[in-house]
């Protein structure tokens, strides 16, 4: 086989082996009944599939031999698909499975279309959370944020409030410490008698404010 996985299991296993995927058995379908389709109209007939893929679809079905692939020498060159032997008696085999698809095709795409939805729903909820989760840390962010200003606005407040009534404090003993200094620089006081009988025309000795005990 072309994916060399070794013994099967099963026959099943074989089978799946050939047409493993999802476009196998949709190029399998496209060339029923003995059709011969070049790769351009291979490929418009299944819907979705890229020239790579095909191209590496196609030789994995030739090398298995379900698919023969006829060159034609000419300019350009032309190649033509087709059903071997052993192809179509593979594509006999999935018409059942063909005819199951059918009957069940309604049903498969209602639950398809059920999961759909739900796994829309679940993203929904999921980015509704998402945006819940952002908004709640954005609020706490600016709660924080506000609290933090009104912190320092009264650290300010309280440093200017410190400030002025140091100020305040200060002043008076400012004036106090002039007015003694104004009262001692006059202070006067009787000069005792001495031996010389020094006096002045008032009789009172002046003593400075450096002198006065």
Same mark, same amino acid.
């Given at each position: 086989m072309a994916k060399g996985k070794g013994p099967y299991v099963c026959g099943?296993?074989?089978?799946?082996?050939?047409? $493993?995927?999802?476009?196998?058995?949709?190029? =399998?379908?496209?060339?029923? /009944?003995? @059709? *011969? =389709? +070049?790769? !351009?109209?291979? +490929? #418009?007939?299944?819907?979705?599939?890229?020239?790579k893929m095909l191209i590496q679809q196609l030789r994995e079905m030739e090398a298995d031999g379900i698919v023969h692939r006829e060159v034609y020498p000419e300019v350009p060159p032309r190649v033509e698909y087709s059903? *071997?032997?052993? $192809?179509? *008696? %593979?594509?006999?085999?999935?018409?059942?499975?063909?005819?199951?698809?059918?009957?069940?095709?309604? #049903? %498969?795409?209602? #639950?398809q279309a059920e999961r759909a939805a739900a796994e829309r729903a679940a993203k929904a909820e999921k980015a509704e959370k998402a945006e819940k989760a952002e908004?709640?840390?954005q609020a706490e962010q600016e &709660?924080? @944020?506000?609290?933090? /200003?009104? #912190?320092?606005? +009264?650290?300010? /407040?309280?440093?200017?409030? &410190? !400030?002025?009534s140091g100020a305040a404090a200060a002043e008076p003993a400012r004036g106090g410490g002039a007015s003694r200094r104004v009262v001692g620089a006059s202070r006067v006081v009787p000069r005792p008698p001495t031996a010389r009988g020094d006096r002045d025309d008032s009789g009172v000795a002046a003593i400075s404010s450096t002198q006065a005990p």
């Open positions: 099943l296993d074989a089978a799946v082996d050939v047409v $493993g995927g999802k476009w196998k058995p949709l190029i =399998l379908w496209a060339l029923y /009944a003995g @059709r *011969t =389709l +070049r790769f !351009g109209e291979l +490929r #418009r007939h299944v819907p979705g599939v890229s020239e059903l *071997t032997e052993l $192809g179509s *008696t %593979l594509n006999e085999a999935l018409g059942p499975l063909g005819l199951w698809g059918d009957k069940n095709m309604e #049903r %498969l795409v209602a #639950r908004k709640a840390e &709660r924080a @944020r506000k609290a933090a /200003a009104q #912190r320092q606005a +009264r650290g300010q /407040a309280q440093g200017q409030l &410190r !400030g002025q």
